[in-house]
């Protein structure tokens, strides 16, 4: 059971995922124009923000539009955790979750992230800390399946935090040790949501619509969070809700797709340093027309350029002067 003071969790309420170098405020103020119902940060590390470590602000940065927000923290030492959250409390944020599935070796090798499934007891003593620090419905975990194949821990560890007082699960049903590869599994969603009485956000390998809408069937998860999928077009969101409802809205025109990476770089510039919004949008624009002809194309191109009325260019070029199919 969702508990009230937790952020919206519904199957017609898909989340923006935490996306390290991604979810940052412009990316998720486009995904909720296109219909994410709530998004979370890219993960924040709990010692940085204690130490006032240079970006851990910029992860912050938010506007009253930019809501719900929750906050994806990342640690394992329990006194920097509960600083982290004391200080964010203070500066007005109210809902966060704790990565428990990050699999790069910088985060694990301080025993944060997935590492933490190898230390249960010391997961569920950071989760309940949060949580009680938090209020009742404000903390999440996410999980992986477990360290590594035949080391599944997931079900064990998603009832002991579910007792502990953490509101929601996300589950990406990996093992650490694949990182991104392979296929997430999702009877292991089915599994968990049989397993506690908390509710469980699904995450893995949702890269369409329908992928969505069938994995909600398949698992009886109370809802998604769009990861890659989001990062291929923001459009996925509106186009889960839809689908839910028995409408099929059409994949985005190339007009729809410049005008999506238009307003990406106008909120990219509005609310990032110049030369960082430039050069993320230039990694940005080759995921969104990954599936078109010549995106490899343009992606060398756009490493050259320089200036937004270069970036324009080219987009307009590769998007909107093309013969029309
Ligand atoms: C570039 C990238 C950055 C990510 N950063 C985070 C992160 O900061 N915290 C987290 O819990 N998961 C992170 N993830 C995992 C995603 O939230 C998601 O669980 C995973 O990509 C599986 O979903 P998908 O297969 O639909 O992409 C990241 C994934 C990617 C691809």
């Known amino acids: 059971m ?15 995922a935490p996306l390290a170098g991604f979810s940052d405020l412009p990316f998720r103020l486009l995904c909720r124009e296109h219909g994410a119902a709530v998004a979370v940060t890219e993960m924040v590390s709990a010692k940085g923000l204690c130490h006032d470590s240079p970006g851990t602000d910029d992860l912050l940065a938010t506007t009253p539009a930019d809501a719900p927000l929750v906050v994806q923290l990342f640690g394992s030492e329990p006194q920097y955790i509960e600083r982290a959250m004391t200080a964010l409390l203070e500066r007005g944020f109210r809902w966060f979750d704790l990565n428990a599935g990050c699999p790069v070796r910088k985060v694990v090798k301080t025993g944060a992230g997935a590492a933490l499934h190898n230390t249960p007891d010391l997961l569920v003593d950071i989760a309940g800390r949060m949580a009680a620090l938090a209020g009742p419905g404000r903390c999440g975990v996410k999980l992986r399946r477990g360290w590594a194949a035949g080391q599944d821990n ?35 969603l089915a599994a968990l949501v049989r397993a506690v009485d908390v509710p469980v956000l699904a995450s893995g390998d949702l890269f369409t619509p329908e992928a969505g809408v069938r994995c909600l069937r398949e698992t009886g998860a109370a809802g998604v969070m769009f990861a890659r999928g989001a990062l291929h077009g923001p459009s996925i969101f509106a186009r889960h809700s839809a689908l839910l409802a028995g409408r099929e809205l059409p994949a985005p025109s190339p007009a729809e797709l410049a005008a999506v990476i238009r307003r990406h770089a106008a909120l990219a510039r509005e609310h990032l340093r110049e030369r960082h919004a430039l050069l993320q949008m230039r990694t940005i624009v080759p995921r969104y027309v990954r599936h078109m002809p010549g995106s490899r194309a343009l992606r060398a191109r756009l490493v050259h350029c320089r200036t937004w009325e270069e970036l324009d260019g080219l987009v307009c070029a590769f998007l909107l002067d093309r013969p029309q199919q």
């Open 154 to 188: 997931y079900l064990e560890l998603g009832r002991r935090l579910a007792d502990a007082g953490t509101a929601w699960l996300a589950l990406h049903p990996r093992h650490a040790r694949q990182g991104y590869g392979g296929e997430a599994d999702w009877s292991c």
């Open 2 to 16: 969702r508990h009230p003071d937790s952020p919206p969790i519904a199957p017609d309420a898909p989340w923006l």
